[in-house]
């Protein structure tokens, strides 16, 4: 038994690693060289969005500016501040919910995605990040059923597919795990998302006995 919790906690770990950086809806940018860097490209941002205060599109940039540098509640307030200005942005929304979930207020990080899903139902990152909060919550139904509904909405959503094969894994339903696994290599070769899915296959027949 022993041993099977530590394989479990092995592939959850890494699997859990990229599920959060699913949730961050900024996308990644190369890191300043020093703090300086940081505090230099925040000041003129701020500038900007003092010169257009009604700017959303400033405002989530600077949110993300903080998101990336952890200034969390920096990174509230300019997200609050989008959603504020435009109701249906759905780009703030997502990066809003990424903030309570990191802050673990996941009642409001759910709230926003779902408000996000009403305003965009054809979005699998949507559906896909909401199944992560629910798997975070050990919610693990409404979790696979998020993910189904992201692969629904998107068969080759690699994120979905990855996403689904931790539940499966979890849930020791082995089978399906490696199934949804082998499709994120199948659909993104060479990446780390298909790197992380083969060493979880693997993972799982040592532990099973079956490699050859």
Known sequence: ??????????????????????????????????????????????????????????????????????????????????????????????????VYADKGDTKDAIAELKHALRLDPSNPMITTNLGSVYYGLQQYNEAVDMYRAALSIAPNYTEAHFNLAVAFADAQVFEEAIREWQKVIELAPGSDAARVSADNIRMIEEFRGTTK
């Open 1 to 98: 038994m022993e041993e099977t919790l530590v394989h479990r906690k092995a592939w959850l770990w890494l699997a859990w690693a990229a599920v959060m950086v699913l949730c961050s809806a900024p996308a990644a940018q190369e890191a300043p060289a020093d703090a300086g860097a940081v505090d230099e490209q925040i000041q003129k941002l701020v500038a900007d969005v003092e010169a257009a205060p009604a700017n959303v599109e400033l405002r989530v940039q600077l949110g993300n500016l903080y998101y990336e540098n952890g200034m969390l509640d920096q990174a509230l307030a300019s997200y609050l501040e989008a959603t504020r200005l435009d109701s249906l942005h759905v780009g703030a929304r997502l990066n809003l919910a990424s």
